[in-house]
């Protein structure tokens, strides 16, 4: 009688245990375009063409019909890491470009490289830094650089690298090119109450990818101490702002806002720290939209997928 077991032998074994699947990798892609029939279609067969799964998918139209069109999808790809160059290629030559898409595709991958500027006021910086270490705040944070020394330690000790780059009236030129020169690799700055106005050409080299945070006063109390200014004008509501910042001064397309609702019993110096907890709040969720990908700029607007 004959034995017809199959022997696997030991290098069979070693070979089929080196086999791993691919990792599963997610990928954000946004799109804005003319509001049409047939997007989510289009965009949905390709993707599944892929054999990707879809995980999210959020859209909005400015109308009914004729209007401007947003949408936020999130989907998986085993080893998509390695053909994405391919998966980008093929979309623009086929979807984007039947429906006329701006688009952007990114690898969730690759962590977004943030830079932040600060002064002296501590509140917006420290947060961002804490959040961060406390893996809240989905991103590289790169470097801190200021044009005070002042909270070079407090920076350091979160494990961050710190620059002290002066600024003064006769040198602006020149500490900007430095400051764009540390930059450089970053995908986001961050003006975590930087005290000074960027010019516009280096806003220029870093188009959409600066957020700043200001009181909601402006232009209502503009200049110096506007919590005394607002104080003195017995308003009932003070907040902040955050927003992409653009050549024209504070007048960036706006990603959040928060207020607070205040009364006469409250002194400039309760001002104070109830504007600076709301603008601390106010910017890091502006910072977690961005480098999630979800803000879609359309003119002087944002479409916020949060």
Same mark, same amino acid.
């Given at each position: 009688?004959?034995?017809?077991?199959?022997?696997?032998?030991?290098?069979?074994?070693?070979?089929?245990?080196?086999?791993?699947?691919?990792?599963?990798?997610?990928?954000?892609?946004?799109?804005?375009?003319?509001?049409?029939?047939?997007?989510? #279609? =289009? @965009?949905?067969? !390709?993707?599944?063409?892929?054999?990707?799964?879809?995980? &999210?998918? %959020?859209?909005?139209?400015? $109308?009914?019909?004729?209007?401007?069109?947003?949408?936020?999808?999130?989907?998986?790809?085993?080893?998509?890491?390695?053909?994405?160059?391919?998966?980008?290629?093929?979309?623009?030559?086929?979807?984007?470009?039947?429906?006329?898409?701006?688009?952007?595709?990114?690898?969730?991958?690759?962590?977004?490289?943030?830079?932040?500027?600060?002064?002296?006021?501590?509140?917006?910086?420290?947060?961002?830094?804490?959040?961060?270490?406390?893996?809240?705040?989905?991103?590289?944070?790169?470097?801190?650089?200021?044009?005070?020394?002042?909270?070079? #330690? =407090? @920076?350091?000790? !979160?494990?961050?690298?710190?620059?002290?780059?002066?600024? &003064?009236? %006769?040198?602006?030129?020149? $500490?900007?090119?430095?400051?764009?020169?540390?930059?450089?690799?970053?995908?986001?700055?961050?003006?975590?109450?930087?005290?000074?106005?960027?010019?516009?050409?280096?806003?220029?080299?870093?188009?959409?990818?600066?957020?700043?945070?200001?009181?909601?006063?402006?232009?209502?109390?503009?200049?110096?101490?506007?919590?005394?200014?607002?104080?003195?004008?017995?308003?009932?509501?003070?907040?902040?702002?955050?927003?992409?910042?653009?050549?024209?001064?504070?007048?960036?397309?706006?990603?959040?806002?928060?207020?607070?609702?205040?009364?006469?019993?409250?002194?400039?110096?309760?001002?104070?720290?109830?504007?600076?907890?709301?603008?601390?709040?106010?910017?890091?969720?502006?910072?977690?939209?961005?480098?999630?990908?979800?803000?879609?700029?359309?003119?002087?607007?944002?479409?916020?997928?949060?």
């Amino acid at each position: 009688m004959s034995d017809n077991t199959k022997t696997v032998s030991l290098s069979t074994i070693a070979s089929q245990s080196k086999q791993i699947p691919s990792a599963i990798d997610t990928a954000t892609l946004l799109i804005k375009c003319k509001d049409q029939a047939g997007i989510v #279609q =289009a @965009v949905s067969e !390709f993707i599944h063409r892929y054999g990707a799964n879809i995980i &999210t998918l %959020d859209q909005y139209s400015t $109308a009914h019909e004729g209007g401007q069109y947003f949408m936020r999808l999130e989907f998986a790809l085993a080893g998509l890491s390695d053909i994405i160059e391919n998966f980008e290629a093929s979309f623009a030559h086929t979807v984007a470009k039947r429906h006329d898409m701006d688009w952007r595709l990114h690898n969730n991958a690759t962590k977004t490289k943030v830079g932040i500027l600060v002064s002296k006021f501590d509140h917006a910086l420290l947060d961002l830094l804490w959040r961060h270490q406390r893996g809240l705040l989905d991103c590289e944070i790169t470097c801190v650089v200021s044009n005070h020394p002042d909270l070079k #330690q =407090a @920076v350091q000790n !979160f494990g961050i690298t710190f620059h002290h780059v002066p600024v &003064t009236k %006769d040198n602006k030129a020149e $500490a900007e090119e430095q400051i764009h020169k540390l930059m450089a690799g970053n995908d986001l700055l961050v003006l975590a109450r930087y005290m000074q106005i960027l010019s516009s050409d280096f806003v220029k080299r870093w188009p959409m990818q600066i957020i700043n945070i200001h009181h909601s006063f402006l232009p209502a109390f503009v200049g110096a101490d506007p919590y005394r200014q607002a104080y003195d004008k017995g308003v009932k509501l003070i907040g902040a702002t955050a927003h992409y910042v653009t050549a024209e001064l504070d007048q960036g397309p706006i990603i959040e806002q928060d207020v607070h609702r205040v009364t006469h019993r409250q002194g400039v110096t309760e001002l104070r720290a109830i504007g600076r907890d709301i603008e601390r709040n106010v910017l890091a969720r502006a910072v977690n939209w961005h480098v999630q990908n979800r803000v879609i700029v359309a003119g002087n607007k944002t479409v916020v997928f949060n």
